[in-house]
Structures are given as C-alpha cells and as structure tokens.
C-alpha cells in the first residue's frame, strides 16, 4: 500500500521534514542557525541562544552535522560572588557532611530526623509516592512535609536546606485535583515550543503549591524505536523538535532568569544522558549501539537546547552505550566518566549537578544500590539511593578513607550541589509552606492551557467523506473503552507510577473525552455504550469510539517481540469497531496512545480516525476538534512527530533509515477540510512475533521472554493452591493472594520489576507462567541448547522440597527439584539461575508447552522471581546448573 496522498500543505511540510533529517544520515553540513553552533576559527562547535519565532525557540528546517560535541553556552552564567560562598560552605564541611548532600532518599524511607541527623542533601518520591501514602494528600499534607524536611535541614550545624525532587512530567502528576497536561509525545504532534514553555511555567506553579523544589523533566530522548515502553516520554524521533522544546521546557521551568532560578520557576532536570531513546529493539534500559556521530547529531540535540537553557541539573540515563565493532564499550551510562564528565561537563562545559536514576549505580558492574565508587568517580554528584541510603553513606565515606574516591572528586560534587541551590535561592528562601503560590489550590489548575494543549496535539489521520468536524447539535453513540475513562486518557506516570488503579474520581477537576462531548454536543444528544451492545448505530448521526492503549510506564510497556499489532494487543477495540462498522452511520475514530502502531484493521473499520495520543484531564480538548464549536479556530494543526506504520513489525522506523516507507510519514496531518483519500489497507497480521526463530524444530535464536517487569503476551502470570488449582491470576497491579501463597511487586534489578512470592506453608502452592490458549512448539530451544533463567532473590529459604517445572499442558510435565538450590544461595542478594531446559527432556513434550517456568512446594518459603525466559546457548554457560545437581 502506497503512502496515502494528502492535499494541500500536509505533504510538503513532511517531506521538508524528512529532507531536514536526511542530513543528519548523510552527513551534508546544512546551515548553522542562528544558535550557532560553529563558531568561527574555533575545532570545537559552539552552541547557545536559538533562533526564536514569537518569541520562543524556533523549529529549526535542518540542523547542521557536527564533528564533535559542542561547547554549550548557559543563559546562566557564573556568579563570581556565588563562587565564593560556595567555596566557604565547603571548607567547612565534613566528609559526612558533604557525602550527605550527595545523598537522596525517598520520602517513604527517610524521616526529617534522619535528614538532619545524616546532613541529607535532597530527597525525591517516586511515582506512586505521597506523604503518608495518601493517594489524595492535600495540598497542606504535601506542605506539612516539606516543611519538617526543610526545618530539619536549616537546623544542622552547616544549615545548608535540603531540596525535594519529584517526578512532574506531565504537569505535577503524582498530586490529587492537580491539571495534567497531554505526554510528550502530544505535545510534539502540536509543533509549538511555545506551548512547551507555558506548561514548563505552570507546572513550576503547581510545584511550588505542594512545597517541592525540582522537577525530573524533561525528558529529552530521540527514540528510534516504537517498541519502548517510554516512547511516549519522548517528544519526537525527530532532533529538531526535541532540540527547540528542551530550550522551551528547561526555559519555562526554571523561569527564564539569566542570573539563576526565578522565584516562579523550579530545577528542571534533563535527561536521560545520553541514548535512552536509542536502545536495540526499544529495550528499556538496553543498549545503545550508536556511533559517536550519531550519539552527537541525534541523541544529544534535546540537551544543546536544554543547557542553553540554563538545566541545572542532568539526570544519567540507565542504558548503555557499547558497539564492539566501532570499538565503543561504555557500559552502563551511571559508570562512564567518558560520558559524564569528559562529554558533559568538560566538552559540553555543563557546570550543574548530575544525579542518578533510581538505584541506578547498581547496575554498574561491580557495584550494588548502596556502593559504586565507579559511579561517583564517572561524575554521579547527587545518587538516587531510595531505600539504602544509610548503608550507601557509610560506604561511601569508607571509600574515601580508602582512596577509592578522591576527595577532589567530592569536593567537585559538593561545589556542584551548593552552586545550584544557590541559583535555585533555597539559602534564602522562607519554608515551603510560606512561599508563593504554597497550598494554593488554584495554582494545580490550568485547565484552559491544558485544554489547549490537547487540542493542539490531535493528529487528524483519515477524514474520509470530510465527515468531521461534526455539525453543533450531531446526535453521536459514543464507544469505547476508553470514552469514559480518565485513566486511559492520562497514561502512566499518573498519581501512580503506572498510571493504574485509577479511576474517574481520582480526578475531581478532569473531563474524560466523553464529558468533553456532551459539554459541546449537549447532553442529550450523546447516548454512550462501552461495549456497543445493544445499541442501533444508524439511529445516530455517527459514532464515535475512543480506543486504544491502557496505561504503563517504562519497561513495564516494552513490545519486547512483540508486533506493533494493536488488534492483537487489544483485541476489544477491534471487536468494539465490528460492533459498530458499516451500519448506518459514519464511524470516527479516537485513538489514545502513547506510541504509533499497526492500526490498519482500525483505519479500515473508520470513517474519520485522529489520533489523540494522552491528552491529560481535559479530554474537552478532543471534544473540541471533533465538532465544530466555538472552540473551533483552525482546527487539526497537529502534525505526526512519530512515523506511522504500515506493517505489524515495521520498527525501527525514521527518516534517513534504510526502507523508509512509513504509511504515514513524520510530518503528516490533515487541516480541516482535507480526506486523505485513505483506501483499504492492507490487514496482514504477523503470526509470530517480530524477529521470531524459536519456534518448530529448528534452532532457536531469541530469547523468549515470559516476564519481564510485566507478563510477555502471550504468557500470564497465576498462583495455585487448593483454594484454585485452575490457577488465580496475578492482577496488573502485582498482587494475589491464596491462604497458602501471596504475591507482591518487588525489586530484583530494578524498581518493581519481580514477583515476590511467599509461601506461608499452610499447604503446597505454586508460582506459574503459562500462555492461556495452550501449547506452543519449542523444540528450537531444546535444539539450541537454551536454558531457563530467571534472576530471584531468595527472602527465606524453602524448608521442604521445592520443583521448577515445565509444563506440556498438564498432567504432562517434567520437574527439577531445586530445595538445595534455593538453599543455597546467598539470602537477600541477587542471582540468575539458569537451568539447562534439557533437564526436562524426554518427560517434556517440546512441541507442546504452555507453560515455561514453574515454582512449587508445600512448606514455608519466599523468595523474588525477574526476568524470567528460555535463552538459547544458555546451557553452554559456565555458571549454567548440572542436571545431575537438580534430582
């Protein structure tokens, strides 16, 4: 199927777009902006101020290829008089004392007793994080906290006030009744940086009302492939986009003040540094194979816009960054001093504080949550350390002593810190409580910009017939999951980390996009059926469904391998569609989702399809451009910052890349008025998953996964006992529960990505994932030598006879005991098993198996289950487990 043809402007705009970014892959120098970035006579590019249009960054139509990093020029600068007090404060100091500010714990693990007791620098609260647990805290709780952090830390001997850190990417996300603003990715659909600079100043607003001081945001990543699960954290694949909103966002903010932080603005951090977006089949925290050319002309534009901002703070990204054969072999980006300090704050002459992600020093070989000298030394000035916090400071301070770390690099560190909070103006600013705008609930609403903002995000892909917008007064049947739901519509990073367990009156001042049509349609002319039963379409001007994706964040919404589907990811959508399609009146659909996806059998099954991403609480602003109202300016302006494709496993897929042949392309959007003439697409769907070799009895050469974070379709995650041998599945949330087995998230490598599971030995019970609809051929494995492995943490050893098995659609299976293994281990610290799948063979029927991994036993025992799969050559490891050990 050919790219559909678009008239008017739409076209050309995308192919501009797309010569722009063919620079970038061939390497043409195009013209420095005004930005400049080379400056003249000198090896070393230069870049500061961008070029503006109205008044803010302008999108630039190419960027110039570079040949090395460039120095980036800050709005703020250095305050010699700054430079001076800090240098005071630190020969003051202590070790204790300045490895405490260089400490960060969350919330829910450290008291204001203890931040004043260990000298705490900062603190943080993760996503699903609220002062007393309290998913509705009020703006006064947030504030009563924040207070008694702030009294404690100006009460210590060197007086030095302790910042709060928080997760505000979408608006302050995590606070009840607070306005959230569409995800990123809408938001580069809107091409206007203006807009980015709005809702950087009102999320400060919202900020200062609950008492924080910085924000994690924001989120610079170039992403390259669809598959990741943060693709929607990314405002575009495109450099251009993301280059003049990081200079936007960091600008809005932090309050646009030259001589440091506004007293209407927060930190803004950027990040992740570097690559995120970049990693080998969209893996969240994989690895980055690019080239330093590309690593410099892709991945770090959206910092050049950021730090000329004047970002205070860079937050270290989790991925890795190796290609053996370009002889590049940095590891985890948290240990590479390349990176960090030899790029960031030498080459780029980033003179901020560099903080960590989540317990991420402890994915630095050699290293654990609470010990990595290898990440301090690499330039790490501030370490997210949630929960180990008192065993990282002792450590820390013990590697000093050692001359692990040099005091220099602590000393540098500690400057870092205090300069920021300086230009923050924490050293002279009143409680939390007594600041501007602090406990105001006023200043969490921006409704009329957050609505705006979703107006401006909506791509119109299809309008077929020129059927919207729809007349005032149209009589509309409204389908959908998603039609009437405010968790659907927000996404992840939403009140909790996964944007779960939400429901409509978790959100006392949003409008779902159901509420937004009957605000515009009139109430009566709006009749609404979920599941469109029982219900006669053609009663009804049209229909309009609200589909698509459900909430999750990070790794939890990787593809892995599987296809961009979207029928095969919700299957219900589809069904809601057939309900609906060809029975007298037009279909329009309304796709929420945080990435593009294979959506050719929805196209066709639609009169009108726009796509609305995450449009935030006001789901009016979708309302708006679906019905000609008063609202109604230009209506769809929105254009794709994400390539669009036309195949299930279509990905990677950008501009400049080899088959570049998207079904819509990057830039793509039609204005009112044009159709698209959008044919029948072609519904071929990929039977297997994308890449897959494992299956038949051939040899298998990717791994299968069956959990990783979350369930791997098409395996599920169940417990078993007496009370339900058919096996109670574990919810989306984590958790089951039987008398004889529970289970709860937990952290194996990272946050909540295992299965704790706790026998209480009350009778036998077990932990399984199985795929539902019965066996599937893995002869491929047992030909490859594959082993099962699995990364646990044993929390109590099992006091009788545990198996691992595998299952061929019982009652025909095969068992290894593993007591002594389990036994055996090291209690409370990480392994990965890996266990020969040829141990299950001859009793297994390869050709049959539906479920991969079991764990059973009857007595007490617990322990945490991660990244559970069968991997080919496993068997061939060293550290691999004998058969003959497992009987």
Known sequence: MTTPPVRSGARRGALAVMAGLAILATGTTGIPSAGADTAKGARQPVIGKPATDHGCARIEKTLPTLADWPKVQSDIKQNPA??????????????????????????????????????????????????????????????????????????????????????????????????????????????????????????????????????????????????????????????????????????????????????????????????????????????????????????????????????????????????????????????????????????????????????????????????????????????????????????????????????????????????????????????????????????????????????????????????????????????????????????????????????????????????????????????????????????YDAVIAVIGETPYAEGVGDLGRRTLEAAKLYPGDLAVLDKVRGKGAPVVTVYVTGRPLYVNKELNRSDAFVVAWLPGTEGGGVADQLVRTSHWSEGYTGKLSYSWPKSACQTPLNPGGEGYDPLFPLGYGLRYGQTGSVGTLDETSQDTACGSTGGGGGTATEDLELFNRTDVAPYKSFIGSPENWGGTEIGVDGTAAHAEISVVPSDVNVQADGLKATWTGAGPAQIYMQNPAGGTDLRGYLNAEAALEFDTIVHQPPAARTVISAHCVYPCFSAVVATSLFQNLPAGSKATVKIPVSCFSPNLDFENVNTPFLVYTDAAFSASFANVRWVPNGAKDPDARKCSDLT
């Open 82 to 539: 700054d430079e001076k007090r800090v240098a005071k404060i630190l020969a003051g100091m202590t070790l204790a004392e300045k490895i405490g500010q260089m400490t960060q714990p969350e919330i829910s693990a450290v008291t204001p007793a203890e931040v004043a007791q260990y000298g705490i620098g900062s603190v943080l609260n993760g996503g699903g994080s609220w002062p007393g647990g309290d998913k509705h805290a009020t703006p006064k709780a947030w504030l009563d906290l924040a207070d008694a952090y702030w009294q404690a830390s100006v009460g210590t001997r060197t007086k030095i006030p302790v910042i709060w850190g928080i997760d505000a990417v979408h608006g302050n996300n995590n606070v009840y009744g607070a306005t959230l603003f569409p995800h990123n990715i809408g938001l580069g659909a809107a091409h206007d940086p203006c807009l980015v600079r709005d809702i950087g100043a009102a999320t400060a607003t919202q900020i200062h009302a609950t008492g924080q001081d910085w924000a994690f945001a924001p989120t610079l990543a170039v992403v390259r492939d669809d598959r990741w699960g943060r693709t929607y954290e990314g405002f575009s694949e495109d450099p251009r986009i993301t280059r003049a909103y990081g200079y936007e966002a960091v600008r809005g903010l932090q309050g646009g003040n030259s001589r440091g932080i506004g007293g209407k603005g927060v930190i803004a951090t950027a990040k992740h540094f570097i690559g995120d977006g970049g990693t080998l089949k969209g893996t969240d925290q994989g690895v980055n194979p690019s080239s330093e050319a590309e690593m410099i002309n892709i991945h770090g534009q959206g910092y050049y816009g950021a730090l000329a901002a004047g970002a205070q703070t860079v937050m270290a990204s989790f991925n890795s960054w190796t290609n053996a054969d370009l002889g590049i072999n940095e590891g985890k980006m948290h240990g590479s001093k390349r990176a960090l300090t030899d790029i960031l704050k030498q080459k780029m002459g980033f003179d901020g504080v560099v903080v960590s992600d989540w317990n991420g020093i402890g994915q630095v070989t050699g290293c654990t949550n609470s010990s990595c000298a290898r990440a301090i030394n690499a330039g790490i000035d501030v370490v997210m350390v949630p929960n180990d916090w008192k065993a990282f400071i002792a450590n820390t301070i013990t590697q000093v002593q050692a001359g692990e770390i040099p005091m220099s690099r602590v000393d540098d560190a500690v400057t870092r810190i205090l300069r920021v909070k300086l230009r923050a103006g924490v050293f002279d600013a009143r409680k939390p409580s007594a600041r501007s705008r602090a406990g105001s609930a006023d200043a969490l609403q921006a409704r009329q910009l957050a609505r705006k903002a979703a107006r401006e995000s909506q791509v119109l892909l299809k309008n077929n017939g020129r059927v919207l917008p729809l007349a005032p007064r149209s009589k509309v049947l409204v389908v959908g999951k998603s039609a009437d739901s405010m968790q659907n519509q927000t996404g992840g990073w939403t009140l909790t980390w996964q944007g779960t367990g939400n429901t409509n009156a978790d959100f006392p001042n949003g409008t779902t996009i159901l509420g937004g049509l009957r605000e515009v349609l009139g109430t009566s002319n709006v009749t609404f059926s979920e599941t469109a039963d029982g219900v006669d379409p053609a009663a």
